[in-house]
């Protein structure tokens, strides 16, 4: 994923359909990552990216990239 902002917030239909594989793909991906399912790695996503850019803002930084 390029933009990883952007997914977070997409869901599992919108993502399977946007890198072009089904929402079901999507899910068992997730659970294959050890979450419970989608919505556990959404919101895991969003965490880490509220906490990275968190950091970033303390350490001056104005923008991150995670590619």
Do not use: I
């Given at each position: ?13 919108k ?51 995670l590619?």
């Amino acid at each position: 994923l390029e933009n990883y902002e952007e997914a977070s917030g997409m869901t599992a239909a919108k993502l399977g359909d946007t890198v072009g594989v089904s929402e079901s793909t999507v899910v068992r991906f997730t659970t294959e990552l050890g979450f419970e399912g989608y919505p556990h790695f959404q919101a895991a996503l969003k965490e880490e990216l509220n906490r990275l850019s968190k950091e970033n803002k303390e350490d001056g930084l104005e923008s991150f990239s995670l590619q």
